[in-house]
């Protein structure tokens, strides 16, 4: 039974607090957790500012995700509006800002996609060391060898990141491609990441290179890419990487393998419902542990067939 006023005294076991609360005395003991509230961040190029506002409301928005980033805490919210943004080097959000969300939308507040890419970096647009994070609605424009869209756990153990609803694209010479769309790094930087719902097209070397574990890659479109699906031997096991549901054509030339499942690797990878075509070779079996099971596969777009195998 609930009370209003003050309460005072010991008390032990679990207690909700449905109300504001004050802590005159401060707040002493172990496991003592307080959340800060949550903050939106606004960045809009297109505002008609000549400056950099608070980024606070989309009167006053940063100019620059880079601002609007450096600014960001725990659990906070970025929206970026509409139109291209050329940072001047990579952003990287850090292991203190757990939780942030980063969405490509219009000034009305409706989904688009944004273009995102560095200007002066020759390594990763966004490289993520942080838990929780999401990101969605922006296109990574991956215009130069050596950069690429999003680097997950590069320097911080990153567990259950988001990816969905954004595009990765690059150009179509050979000096204008990227190296690859999303990067999961070795099992002990990047747990249970979700990447779902986005667009590849054209990187140099995969659209997805994982060396995680527990990931799970479902209801992607992958175009002309060298590999679509990298998973690679790393120090340690991946087991639990499932990949699910994706659509995955290869260049006419060039596309060596659709999905490649590393040799001798360690753990568990499930990988069904797949649609893969014009690769050299559309999945490699190495895995020690995994299982292969309703994909359909063909050398070129017309004719396919299903592959049923527990190598």
């Known amino acids: 039974m609930g009370r209003d006023g003050v309460v005072s005294g010991v008390y032990t076991g679990d207690r909700k607090f449905t109300g504001r609360c004050n802590f005159t005395g401060g707040l002493l003991g172990a496991g003592v957790q307080v959340m800060r509230n949550a903050q939106i961040w606004y960045v809009d190029k297109n505002s008609g500012l000549s400056a950099s506002g608070d980024g606070l409301s989309w009167d006053t928005a940063f100019l620059t995700l880079t601002e609007a980033v450096a600014a960001a805490g725990a659990y906070d919210t970025i929206f970026m509006g509409r139109g291209y943004y050329q940072e001047a ?60 869209g ?20 690059t150009g179509n010479a050979d000096n204008d491609k990227g190296e690859y769309g999303i990067k999961l790094n070795n099992t002990d930087d990047c747990v249970g990441t979700l990447i779902e719902n986005n667009f590849f097209y054209f990187m140099s070397t995969a659209a997805i290179v994982s060396a ?21 031997n790393a120090a340690g096991t991946f087991a639990g990487t499932t990949i699910l549901d994706n659509y995955i054509l290869g260049r006419a030339s060039g596309s060596t393998v659709g999905i490649k499942l590393a040799e001798t690797s ?20 190495n895995m020690c542990e995994s299982s292969i099971v309703n994909n359909q596969t063909a050398a070129d777009a017309a004719t396919y067939k299903q592959v049923d195998a527990t190598p």
Do not use: M
Not at 212 to 232: H, K, W
Not at 267 to 280: E, L, Q, W
């Open 150 to 169: 999003i680097d997950i756990g590069e320097d911080y153990d990153g567990y259950s990141n988001w990816i969905h609803d954004c595009c990765f694209l």
């Open 212 to 232: 995680a574990t527990r990931c799970t890659i479902r209801n992607n479109i992958i175009y002309s890419n060298s590999i679509g699906i990298d998973v690679e």
């Open 266 to 285: 360690e753990g568990y990878v499930f990988v069904a419902n797949n649609i893969i075509t014009n690769f050299n070779t559309n999945i490699t079996a």
């Open 89 to 148: 080097a990579t952003i990287e959000i850090v292991s203190t800002q757990r939780g942030l969300k980063i969405f490509g939308v219009t000034t009305g507040g409706v989904p688009t996609s944004n273009g995102l890419s560095s200007a002066t970096s020759a390594d990763d647009i966004l490289i993520i060391n942080a838990d929780d994070v999401e990101i969605a609605g922006i296109t990574f424009w991956c215009l130069t060898n050596g950069k690429n």
